[in-house]
């Protein structure tokens, strides 16, 4: 962790990217761990997250558990690019759109509560930009979860989790969308949270844990931004291959080391081929280079035609959108 020397702001990063406590005052249980008192962890947190090497401390929700989502790319034109970045930016269901070296040179997440929602948003990008929007519909992820130690070789990532929407009751969908957004940092974050919906704090620790456990919550912890903190080769690696073949392929790339993320989307006729796809989050882009070839070598990618997609700018990045910003509010 290059941008990071005190040992204890490393732990902080390392171990509580997920698994967070669900408990009355979480940042005392990590203080006791730490050798800290609540305060001095309450502070180092806001300090990382006023620097820019955290974006909060809160949830990750599955993807489809119970909103909708696609990744999506334009083709702009270079002396443009800035303006349309900041179009798609200001659209509040885009949670992420980064600047990549190819021409589809920028790609987003859009988010909402339904998959209309969505396509409203794209809408909306295609008739302001002038632009074709590839729509890139996920089919099924192989590794979702980004939280990783980013200390020494083990990336520390679990199997996928399963998910049960059963578990969802009225109400989740507003409890959700605050922890995307992101606790307070504060000595009772749960209650602040609960305060904030008009519920018991009782009542949300226990929708929370029910949540986490049906996987519909797939992390909950501190969510780090991983450029500020020294891995700043960030590749998205995409291949082409025959459907029938991802199936085999994809756990196997999802299990390589180094790589971060992997799941199939839907190609584009006669535009975007690609079905599966990978991230690759390292320090230089000769590592990522290293791990790319490491992954070539699998022999469940033979013949497979790759194509790399090295990220240089991020223009968004925060919390997806579960429920209508009026609703929210």
């Known amino acids: 962790m290059e941008h990071i020397t005190d040992p204890i702001d490393r732990r902080l990063l390392d171990e509580f990217q997920r698994d967070f406590p669900v408990t009355d005052h979480p940042f005392q249980v990590l203080g006791h761990i730490l050798g800290l008192d609540e305060t001095e962890v309450i502070d180092r947190l806001t300090r990382m997250r006023a620097t820019g090497r955290i974006t909060r401390v809160g949830a990750t929700i599955a993807p489809g558990a119970v909103s909708a989502s696609t990744l999506a790319a334009v083709a702009a034109p270079e002396e443009q690019l800035e303006e349309i970045a900041a179009l798609i930016d200001a659209e509040p269901g885009v949670n992420h ?25 794209l809408a909306r990008i295609g008739q302001r930009t002038r632009l074709r929007v590839l729509d890139l519909r996920l089919v099924r992820p192989f590794n979702i979860d980004l939280g990783f130690r980013m200390s020494g070789d083990t990336r520390n990532v679990p199997g996928p989790r399963k998910v049960n929407r059963a578990a969802l009751q009225d109400g989740d969908r507003a409890l959700l969308q605050a922890l995307s957004s992101g606790l307070q940092l504060v000595t009772d974050p749960y209650a602040a949270l609960a305060r904030s919906l008009n519920r018991p704090p009782p009542e949300a620790l226990e929708r929370i844990d ?98 790399v997609l090295f990220s240089t700018r991020c223009f968004k990045q925060t919390g997806a959108l579960i429920q209508p910003k009026e609703a929210a509010a």
Not at 100 to 113: I, Q, S, Y
Not at 233 to 256: E, F, R, S, Y
Request: overall charge negative; glycine content about 8%; some cysteine.
């Open 210 to 307: 029910a949540l986490h456990d049906a996987g519909i919550i797939s992390r909950l912890g501190v969510i780090v931004r991983h450029r500020a903190l020294g891995w700043s080769a960030n590749a998205m690696v995409v291949w082409d291959m025959p459907a029938d073949q991802v199936g085999t392929a994809g756990p196997a790339l999802a299990a390589h080391p180094g790589v971060t993320l992997c799941y199939e989307r839907n190609p584009v006729e006669d535009v975007w081929p690609y079905r599966l796809y990978s991230m690759i989050h390292a320090r230089s882009r000769n590592e990522a280079l290293e791990i790319l070839s490491g992954a070539i070598a699998l022999p469940e990618l033979a013949g497979a035609r790759h194509k």
């Open 97 to 121: 759109n980064y600047q990549r070296e190819d021409t589809w040179n920028l790609w987003f997440v859009a988010t909402g509560p339904d998959r209309a929602h969505v396509s409203d948003t």
